[in-house]
């Protein structure tokens, strides 16, 4: 592969990374994935769906699971029906928490004033001003647990304003998904007038944008078409983006494939299981894990930073949050290091006759047990 394009998107700019020099006690022997992991590859992804105006996000997977035929399809960037725009729908276990997912996303707001004077007008370029935290309060008699949360607004830029019409368009860059009612409070607060949104757009989520193939209802009724009835999966291919293209804005550490099954169990990543990693990491930052075909095992949080790593030769680096694959289709490779062969060497020996064992008849175990009868009558006094 002399292209750089026709590498892996996680793997691109491979030399970039940094080989940690140790002591490697891994098998000689070439480890491979199963067939069943190649199958079930393709069935975890993305879709980056054009959410239209007037419909809710609920109502909307209930109509792509009859589409797809499928049980169950998560979304994140969930939107009331007063918001249109792009948004995530994850299959498989491609789906991810808020902690887990850099989920930035790009507004484009358009508002209007039923009664604006000159001087407030004056004020629209002050934008500098909403550059902050923006609180979010549910009501008072909704059922959801009252919770203050935080939202951190990183940019607002006013685009256009036309004085005889009343109405302007503005640009926002917001941490979470944003709620209208707050935003519409908060405004009002800025320009000490009434404010009505008339549409809300979002243009962006993390990597995601409008331009990077969108799907609508009618692509998704035209790929299930064509694979029901001609079996060609190509439309899908075009729709269906892999998972990928959410982390490649993390850091990225290569693993030894003798490490891999014990990470989809559930263990933390160790200094002797790493081969590569990316320099000017930083303690609590996000990493990917990655195997040698540039496909994301497991997402984590660093415990070390990147300097400190190359003079350990022991200890937890990476702690894991979600796994992507599962149990089983890597083999397992633990209990082969120095200590554990020697152990197993002991033991092929005959060194257990030495070891003492506990006498003990599983029949006869109620006899053992004396059972201690309290008094029932009780003492009385007063």
């Given at each position: 592969m002399?292209n750089?394009n026709d590498?892996?998107?996680?793997l691109r700019n491979?030399y970039?990374?940094?080989?940690?020099?140790?002591?490697n006690?891994s098998?000689?022997k070439k480890?491979?994935?199963?067939?069943?992991?190649?199958?079930?590859k393709?069935?975890n992804?993305?879709?980056n769906f054009d959410?239209?105006?007037?419909?809710?996000?609920h109502e909307i997977?209930?109509?792509i699971e009859?589409?797809l035929?499928?049980?169950?399809?998560?979304?994140?960037?969930?939107?009331?029906?007063n918001i249109?725009?792009c948004?995530?729908l994850?299959?498989g276990?491609?789906f991810?928490?808020?902690?887990?997912?850099s989920?930035?996303?790009n507004y484009?707001?358009v508002?209007t004033?039923?009664?604006l004077?000159?001087?407030?007008?004056?004020k629209?370029?002050?934008?500098k001003?909403?550059n902050?935290?923006?609180?979010?309060?549910?009501f008072?008699?909704?059922?959801?647990?009252q919770?203050?949360?935080?939202?951190?607004?990183?940019?607002?830029?006013h685009?256009?304003?036309?004085i005889?019409?009343?109405?302007?368009?503005?640009?926002?860059?917001?941490?979470?998904?944003?709620?209208?009612?707050?935003l519409?409070?908060?405004l009002?607060f800025?320009f000490?007038?009434?404010i009505?949104?008339l549409?809300i757009?979002?243009?962006?989520?993390?990597?995601?944008?409008?331009?990077?193939?969108?799907a609508?209802?009618?692509d998704?009724?035209?790929?299930?078409?064509?694979?029901k009835?001609?079996?060609?999966?190509?439309?899908?291919?075009k729709?269906?983006?892999?998972?990928?293209?959410l982390?490649?804005?993390?850091?990225?550490v290569?693993?030894?494939d003798?490490?891999i099954?014990?990470?989809?169990?559930?263990?933390?990543?160790?200094s002797?299981?790493?081969?590569?990693?990316?320099?000017?990491?930083?303690?609590g930052?996000?990493i990917?894990?990655?195997?040698?075909q540039g496909?994301?095992?497991?997402?984590?949080?660093?415990k070390i930073?990147s300097?400190?790593?190359?003079?350990?030769?022991?200890?937890?680096?990476?702690?894991?949050?979600k796994?992507?694959i599962?149990?089983?289709?890597?083999?397992k490779?633990?209990h082969?290091?120095?200590?554990?062969?020697?152990?197993?060497?002991?033991?092929?020996i005959?060194?257990?006759k030495?070891?003492k064992k506990k006498?003990?008849?599983?029949?006869?175990?109620?006899?053992?047990v004396k059972?201690?009868?309290?008094?029932?009558?009780?003492?009385?006094f007063?």
């Amino acid at each position: 592969m002399k292209n750089k394009n026709d590498w892996p998107l996680l793997l691109r700019n491979f030399y970039m990374l940094d080989s940690c020099k140790k002591q490697n006690f891994s098998t000689n022997k070439k480890i491979f994935p199963s067939l069943n992991f190649l199958e079930k590859k393709n069935k975890n992804g993305l879709i980056n769906f054009d959410k239209p105006f007037g419909c809710n996000s609920h109502e909307i997977l209930h109509w792509i699971e009859k589409i797809l035929k499928l049980k169950t399809i998560k979304c994140f960037g969930k939107a009331p029906s007063n918001i249109s725009g792009c948004m995530i729908l994850g299959i498989g276990k491609s789906f991810l928490n808020k902690l887990e997912f850099s989920s930035k996303s790009n507004y484009i707001l358009v508002y209007t004033f039923p009664n604006l004077p000159y001087e407030n007008f004056r004020k629209i370029n002050a934008w500098k001003k909403f550059n902050f935290n923006l609180f979010k309060n549910y009501f008072v008699f909704s059922k959801i647990k009252q919770q203050l949360l935080l939202n951190r607004i990183f940019q607002a830029s006013h685009l256009e304003f036309d004085i005889r019409k009343k109405i302007g368009v503005f640009e926002i860059t917001v941490q979470f998904p944003i709620s209208t009612q707050s935003l519409i409070i908060n405004l009002g607060f800025l320009f000490r007038k009434k404010i009505k949104l008339l549409e809300i757009r979002r243009i962006r989520i993390g990597s995601l944008t409008e331009e990077e193939s969108l799907a609508t209802f009618h692509d998704l009724l035209d790929a299930q078409w064509l694979k029901k009835h001609f079996k060609k999966n190509f439309f899908f291919r075009k729709i269906i983006l892999p998972l990928d293209v959410l982390f490649s804005e993390y850091r990225r550490v290569l693993v030894k494939d003798s490490s891999i099954n014990s990470i989809c169990f559930g263990a933390g990543l160790t200094s002797s299981g790493i081969l590569k990693i990316e320099p000017n990491i930083e303690i609590g930052e996000k990493i990917v894990l990655l195997n040698f075909q540039g496909d994301p095992i497991a997402i984590g949080v660093s415990k070390i930073n990147s300097y400190s790593l190359f003079n350990s030769f022991s200890g937890l680096v990476v702690e894991t949050k979600k796994v992507f694959i599962q149990k089983g289709f890597y083999r397992k490779k633990w209990h082969f290091g120095p200590t554990s062969t020697k152990k197993n060497i002991l033991l092929s020996i005959g060194i257990d006759k030495f070891f003492k064992k506990k006498k003990f008849n599983n029949q006869k175990w109620w006899k053992r047990v004396k059972v201690v009868e309290k008094n029932p009558k009780s003492e009385d006094f007063f």
